[in-house]
Nanobody, 130 residues
Framework: QVQLLESGGDSVQAGGALTLSCAFS????????????MGWFRQRPGKQREGVAA???????RYADFVKGRFTISRDNDKNTLSLQMNNLEPSDTAIYYC????????????????????WGQGTQVTVSS
């Protein structure tokens, strides 16, 4: 069983920056971290969960349109970690951010679909005040 542990959530003012991290552990025998598609999702108050960014094991990346060049996703396959650097944060970015993992790959168009993913973390709260 895969365990995902997010960290880095905080309260910041608009225009500020945060870096979220996700630590991956466990897993099915034969399925290493590097074999997983990794993604960040968020759930804003009163809204459904939405994809933010995803990175394949081969480095292929997809961002949601609302990221608008403000966020950068990265993975370290040696440390089994996933990061999300968020700059120029807006109040609309206030949400619980979740790390997710999928065994194998996904079509580029599906990388931000929550139903593609097999494992989820508990989430970390990001609050952006104006």
């Amino acid at each position: 069983q895969v365990q995902l542990l997010e960290s880095g959530g905080d309260s910041v003012q608009a225009g500020g920056a945060l870096t979220l991290s996700c630590a991956f552990s466990g897993g099915t025998p034969g399925w290493t971290y590097s074999m997983h598609l990794m993604g960040w999702f968020r759930q804003r108050p009163g809204k459904q969960r939405e994809g933010v960014a995803a990175v394949e094991n081969d480095g292929g990346i997809r961002y949601a349109d609302f990221v608008k060049g403000r966020f950068t996703i990265s993975r370290d396959n040696d440390k089994n970690t996933l990061s999300l650097q968020m700059n120029n944060l807006e109040p609309s970015d206030t949400a619980i951010y979740y790390c997710a993992a999928k065994r194998g790959a996904a079509w580029p168009s599906a990388r931000l679909r929550s139903d593609e993913y097999d494992y989820w973390g508990q989430g970390t709260q990001v609050t952006v005040s104006s």
